[in-house]
């Protein structure tokens, strides 16, 4: 800042006035250095001002460039997903159809098991049952196998309930309440068990 020393004015009129020196009547001029200190701080804030800027627009444009990337990504990804869905398709069927074939042949398997075990039950009961008991009646409910029969004797009886117990690949939890005498002279009995798939 210039500062102007309003002072010499005044003594050059004072001057003039007593006939003085011409020189004497010019104002003086007083320059301070403490202006251009001062006038540098508002440039240096422009500066970094200007610099913040430009470093946010480096930054936005930064972030631009990797949204069009994602965009850019995202939109090949789905050309490549349109371009796969028929296979995707395929693969989706192949497997349903596997599926069901794997069923099927578990479904077959069982019938197949379910076919041979009634033979293998009946020779497995057959080689159980002695000469002295024959059947009236055989149920079966799912796995449960009902025998409703007669014996001469309960030792008969007795030997075909110990010959079921001993063949425990086929039959289990065998419940034998007891046997009676009938009205013929022969013994009546109950027997049942659940049937093993030993096949």
């Not at 003086?28 to 913040?52: C, D, H, K, N």
């Not at 046997?179 to 049942?192: D, L």
Request: charged content about 25%; hydrophobic content about 40%; cysteine-free.
């Amino acid at each position: 800042m210039i500062k102007i020393n309003l002072l010499g004015d005044a003594l050059a009129q004072t001057g003039g006035k007593k006939g003085g020196d011409k020189g004497a009547a010019e104002p003086a001029q007083i320059y301070t250095g403490e202006g251009s200190s001062r006038s540098s701080l508002p440039i240096a804030g422009v500066v970094v001002g200007l610099a913040f800027t430009a470093l946010g627009g480096i930054y936005f444009l930064w972030l631009n460039n990797e949204v069009a990337k994602a965009e850019r990504k995202k939109a090949e990804l789905e050309i490549d997903r349109k371009q796969y869905e028929p296979y995707i398709a395929l693969e989706k069927k192949f497997r349903e159809k596997k599926e069901a074939l794997q069923k099927k042949e578990e479904v077959m398997t069982t019938l197949k098991r379910q076919q041979t075990l009634p033979v293998h039950f009946l020779e497995e009961l057959a080689n159980s049952l002695p000469d002295d008991v024959w059947f009236k009646r055989v149920a079966q409910k799912g796995s449960l196998v009902t025998i409703e029969g007669e014996g001469r004797n309960f030792e008969a009886i007795n030997a075909f309930y110990g010959n079921l117990q001993s063949r425990t690949r086929w039959f289990k939890k065998i419940a034998y309440p007891g046997a009676k005498r009938g009205a013929n002279g022969a013994f009546e009995f109950t027997i049942s068990f659940e049937l093993q798939n030993a096949v």
